[in-house]
């Protein structure tokens, strides 16, 4: 992996925020919210899933997911100090991830094969804890990113949708404390499906060809039961509305408090555009 030419070298003090980016609008949104707040940053973006849109313009280096030796090197000769982990990743096979000697030794002691999508989160942080590094979740650095209690928007659920939500809600802890995945897809009672490795986008566009006839139904997140909370939090944003939409949703109900919401007024706009709710439900 090359270092960026337009990478800056080591700052003093304070050192600037290391970026993973990963997929999504997510780590644009934590540039965004660093560079307001004065903060400088340095971006470690993942071959294959980080926005060259996003990255570019900013001091950054790729680096592919196995290159475990080669990021820490590079993080450290940046200065960085603090570090968040923004964005979606796809889980690769271990013969897709090619890991480097260092990676290698981390998998093997940490069980690949045998750890969930958020068991694997939690053991990469501890170990980039224990490389002398300190994790801050993407919630800290976003303000109001926390969706609230109730409705955003002008659109409210009724009864029917209250009831899919309220079946969709359970059966989300269910599958999240099995460590699968953070979100359903509810219609009329009928589970049309469930996130697994394809992620929410692409259970929202598999879920277009299961839809049934009737008031459209309901997308639904909720973060893991002991989910590491600096990685992998529940998320929504435009793209999900957009998605929901043309997949004939007619909601997207997400756990308050512990969802992030990407560009708030954006959502707004296109769920009232869509005629869709989107709403914070507290698990009962």
Known sequence: MAANAEARGPNQGRGPLGIIAGSGGLPGRVIESCRAAGREVFVLALEGEADRAIVEPMPHVWCRIGGAATALDVLRAHGVVELVLAGGVRRPSLVALRPDWRAAKFLARAGY?????DGLL???VNELEREGFCIVGPDQLLG???LPEGPLGLRRPDA???ADIAHGMRLARAIGALDIGQAVVVQQGLVLGVEAIE????LLRRCAELRR??????????EKPGQEKRADRPTIGPRTVTLAAASGLRGIAAQADATIVIDRDEVIRLADQAGLFVVGIRPT
């Open 122 to 124: 939690s053991a990469i």
């Open 213 to 222: 006839d009737g008031p459209g139904g309901v997308l639904v997140k909720a």
């Open 113 to 117: 094969r045998a750890l969930g999508d």
């Open 160 to 162: 029917d949708a209250l």
């Open 144 to 146: 109001e990113a926390a």
């Open 199 to 202: 992620g929410t986008d692409g």
